[in-house]
């Protein structure tokens, strides 16, 4: 019998004997001193502020270690992806023995915001009568028992003491023991850290999306569109926030039906501003809807034309608003209303004709994208752009 050789190569390759550990303290030390990274194609902070209580909770209550960290660390940087920092996303300079976060920005990210003080953790309080970390309302000053966590687990045990200072039911002697006491478990709290060297890229991200849902739809879209920072375009701080706050603003909140549609319904809406960009009629399969979102074409664009297809979806959306608030139609309780009308004016930014206005208008209020397949909601688009 022939046995493959990479079956006995792989048997004998043994990565568990690589974990070790490293405290809190350690990983947020690291950061601050940038041997902590990214890799380039790794999404943005996704975790709410629910979320990352609910992680410093567990930190200080759970009775199991949370799951582990996993690093890449980097030897041979001609070979490597390029890396950004943490929370700000920056480019940073190559070298040997960076460790680059495969899977855990999120946990290792909300034990560093609270270890800088961050702005964001500003709400996010250890309240000592109800023993855990609580989000206070924002427009209220913490209450006597209350502590900053970005007081309590700043990296400056100098700030910690100054706040004491000033607050004086905190100062006591039995409160202040307890404080340390939390602040030491959190200062040496340890992660288990699993570890390879030197993956390549079609490594890296195979290891990514066994550890992330088996490699979600909406995981690989994030991956490939984050490399854009490479061209200094955040394609999050740029794009998807802001189409995302613009609709939110209108309190539109429910036509994102889960947190991955924050991702999906923008890029999507892009497919419009791609094909006029590249000169091509509308292609059936380019609906700006969820399902048929063109990252890799995106990514293919030149920068400037990634430049100019943001800014025409992003003024076709505040067109689609005016024309729903000029016209009295009623407020979208769909995507599909805001994403076809914005598809529509990409494709025809110039002024309408009272004819095609009212055509519009009629259209708004008759179109029924209930129990609609995905294939006939191309169609309904695909009729929407035929201009008679």
């Not at 850290?193 to 490699?215: C, H, R, Y």
């Not at 959306?317 to 009308?341: A, C």
């Not at 909601?377 to 008679?388: H, N, P, V």
């Amino acid at each position: 019998m022939r046995i493959n050789p990479e079956l006995i190569q792989n048997a004998n390759m043994n990565p568990t004997k690589e974990t070790r550990q490293q405290t809190i303290d350690d990983l947020c030390t690291s950061i601050d001193q940038g041997t902590l990274v990214l890799p380039l194609y790794q999404r943005d902070l996704s975790w709410t502020l629910e979320k990352c209580v609910e992680l410093l909770n567990y930190q200080l209550s759970g009775k199991a270690p949370v799951s582990a960290i996993s690093y890449n660390i980097i030897n041979r940087t001609e070979d490597a992806v390029q890396q950004i920092s943490f929370i700000t996303r920056e480019l940073v300079d190559m070298r040997p023995g960076l460790n680059s976060v495969i899977d855990g920005q999120q946990r290792i990210a909300t034990n560093y915001k609270a270890y800088i003080g961050h702005p964001d953790f500003k709400d996010v309080v250890l309240d000592l009568k109800k023993g855990r970390f609580i989000i206070k309302p924002s427009d209220a000053e913490p209450k006597p028992h209350q502590i900053p966590v970005g007081v309590l687990l700043h990296r400056d045990i100098e700030e910690f003491r100054r706040y004491l200072g000033r607050h004086p039911a905190l100062s006591k002697l039995e409160v202040q023991n307890a404080l340390l006491l939390v602040r030491n478990k959190f200062k040496s709290y340890h992660y288990t850290i699993n570890q390879g060297k030197d993956l390549s890229e079609d490594e890296q991200i195979k290891w990514f999306e066994v550890l992330n849902n088996a490699g979600s739809r909406v995981t690989v879209i994030q991956m490939r569109l984050a490399k854009l920072k490479i061209y200094d375009i955040d394609i999050y701080d740029d794009y998807t926030r802001v189409y995302v706050a613009r609709i939110k603003e209108r309190g539109l909140e429910r036509v994102f039906e889960k947190q991955s549609t924050d991702v999906s319904y923008p890029i999507s809406a892009l497919n419009p501003a791609y094909e006029v960009i590249v000169g091509q009629a509308h292609s059936f399969n380019y609906c700006p809807m969820a399902p048929d979102t063109k990252e890799n074409q995106i990514c293919n664009l030149k920068p400037d034309q990634i430049r100019r297809a943001i800014k025409m979806t992003l003024d076709a959306l505040d067109r689609v608003f005016s024309f729903i608030d000029t016209h009295h139609l009623k407020s979208p309780d769909r995507i599909d209303y805001i994403n076809f009308l914005l598809g529509y004016f990409v494709f025809y930014p110039d002024a309408l004709s009272a004819q095609e206005e009212q055509r519009l208008i009629d259209w708004y209020r008759k179109v029924d994208f209930s129990n609609t397949s995905n294939t006939e909601r191309r169609a309904i688009f695909y009729s929407l752009l035929q201009r008679g």
